[in-house]
């Protein structure tokens, strides 16, 4: 019996340390979003005004069209990643160099591969989107400077995958915060010299270097074993494999990421990719915001499933699901009453794609943010093909809708966004029957738990967007501006997360939730 009670007193510790862990990597992404959004808040519209409708959509295009080439680089940083994050509890630190040698020496096998697609695609970018003559050079130099800067990230990515897979990421938080207000200043001072798209990726190459340094400072300072050591062949290829997975995992993410955009400058304009990227700028924080949520919880969900306790993984999951939908639907409610008065206030009227756009592009950003959820636990199983597989298919039926809504009915953003929730509805089925069978989770039992928030999720939306249409864009101009929107949407939000919060959740997941910020904020 004190047997007994020694383990389940162990066990409660070890929940609790786990549990502040995984929150305490949450509010770093948090802290250093919130940062990066408040710079992001004040240089886009200095961009918008300094560059222009035309060039800004320009750096949008090039940006998420030289995202492209990001998987060619093996992506060996995700695969090094969950497996630290299922090994974190190893002392064998020779192994552990061993995979972080096997990391390095993936990505030097992919390296003229990404350099090879990347400069092909700088080349053919002017030509793609049917560019002026007068911008080609620019162009071309403004993507081999992103490729470069794409090289090196791989690199700086190493020492942060390694914190973050022995669930230590939070040990970056001052770091993260400094480097974002560095970049921010950096594409300050390129607008302020006048220095065009050219300068302003060069600043982002020059912070891309500086964070390799600083993180691999901070990696040899917390992580004891950091370092290399020669791996066996047989370990080399098997990274090779998993890193194969990771990589065709990041070609479809980044295209169901990037593909709206790239889709929109093909079959349109370039400047209607501004208006569609301004109008999504507030709802894609939703993206970032889960994303944080798997990154700070995911590894220590890779060691739970590790130790083969599925039914605890299953609870976990279950709460991050519950909690993406909670701050999904606040949020996403909040933007579509709020978008145009928010775009009004922030970069002019005529940016502003509709009351229905933004509707749609909310609802395609929630359905994301909930797949990107089951996609993350996904990654720390390491069962990668059949998700590879559901997504590749995914994307194929978003690039036909959008020929069909775009290029045949002309629906423009509204056909865009249409394309994207037709595209990913086999995401939303099928990445739930994946963890299900990893997490012994029957389909049927998800469903039944997924009703009563959709509904609630449905109800709050279509409330929001007729509430919406009677709201001029321009009610704040005279009405206090800043402070008086910021007021408002505040309230808006409490009101919405409330309801949601109590309509929405079951009295369990409430209880559940507390009990995890208690957890949270007790003193040690």
């Known amino acids: 019996m004190i047997a007994r009670a020694y383990h389940l007193i162990s066990r409660f510790f070890a929940d609790e340390n786990l549990t502040k862990k995984a929150y305490l990597n949450v509010i770093n992404n948090v802290l250093t979003y919130i940062v990066k959004l408040g710079v992001q808040f004040v240089i ?78 700088a080349w053919f970018i002017p030509a793609w989107f049917d560019i002026p003559s007068e911008y080609i050079s620019m162009v071309r130099i403004t993507a081999l400077i992103l490729i470069a800067g794409m090289v090196m990230q791989v690199l700086s990515e190493l020492p942060q995958s390694i914190l973050r897979g022995e669930n230590l990421g939070y040990k970056r938080m001052g770091l993260t915060l400094f480097l974002t207000l560095i970049g921010g200043l950096g594409t300050w001072a390129a607008l302020a010299l006048n220095t ?114 599925m039914k605890r993984a299953a609870d976990l999951r279950g709460e991050m699901l519950a909690i993406s ?41 929630f359905q994301f943010i909930m797949i990107q959820n089951d996609a993350g636990v996904i990654d720390v199983t390491l069962r990668m093909s059949k998700k590879v597989i559901l997504g590749t298919i995914s994307i194929f039926i978003t690039i036909a809708s959008a020929i069909l809504f775009i290029k045949i009915l002309h629906l423009d953003i509204i056909g865009i966004t249409l394309a994207l929730i037709l595209g990913r509805l086999i995401l939303s089925i099928g990445y739930p029957m994946i963890v299900g069978n990893a997490l012994l989770i029957s389909f049927k039992s998800q469903l039944m738990s997924a009703f009563r928030p959709f509904v609630i999720t449905a109800l709050m939306l279509v409330l929001g967007y007729q509430i919406a249409i009677l709201i001029p864009g321009g009610i704040f101009t005279g009405f206090g501006g800043w402070v008086s929107f910021f007021m408002i949407a505040a309230v808006t939000f409490l009101l919405a997360i409330f309801f949601a919060f109590f309509f929405g959740l079951t009295s369990g997941q409430r209880s559940s939730m507390l009990q995890r910020v208690k957890i949270v904020l007790r003193p040690r």
């Open 196 to 309: 065009g798209l050219i300068g302003i990726a060069a600043m982002s190459v020059f912070t891309t270097v500086l964070n390799a340094c600083l993180y691999l400072i901070l990696a040899r300072k917390y992580i004891p074993w950091f370092g290399v050591s020669r791996p066996p062949r047989s370990q080399v290829k098997e990274f090779l494999g998993l890193s194969g997975w990771f990589m065709a995992w990041n070609l479809v993410w980044t295209s169901m990421f990037a593909t709206d955009v790239v889709l929109l400058g093909l079959f349109t304009s370039v400047e209607l990719v501004t208006v569609y990227t301004l109008t999504k700028y507030v709802p894609e924080i939703l993206i970032n915001i889960t994303q944080f949520l798997v990154a700070g919880v995911g590894p220590g969900l890779g060691g739970i499933i590790g130790r083969g306790e």
């Open 325 to 365: 939908w909670l701050v999904g639907t606040a949020v996403g409610v909040t933007v579509v009453i709020w978008n145009n008065a928010f775009l009004n206030l922030w970069v002019g009227a005529d940016k502003f794609a509709g009351s229905l756009a933004s509707l749609l592009i909310v609802v395609a950003v």
């Open 44 to 121: 886009t519209p200095m961009m918008v005004s300094g560059l222009g409708t035309f060039v800004y959509g320009l750096w949008q295009v090039i940006n998420r069209t030289i995202g492209y080439i990001s998987p060619a680089s093996g992506r060996p940083t995700d695969a090094l990643l969950w497996i630290i994050a299922r090994n974190q509890s190893s002392n064998n630190f020779e192994q552990k160099r061993q995979y972080m040698t096997s990391a390095i020496i993936v990505w030097a096998i992919f390296l003229p591969l990404m350099v090879v697609c990347g400069s092909v695609i």
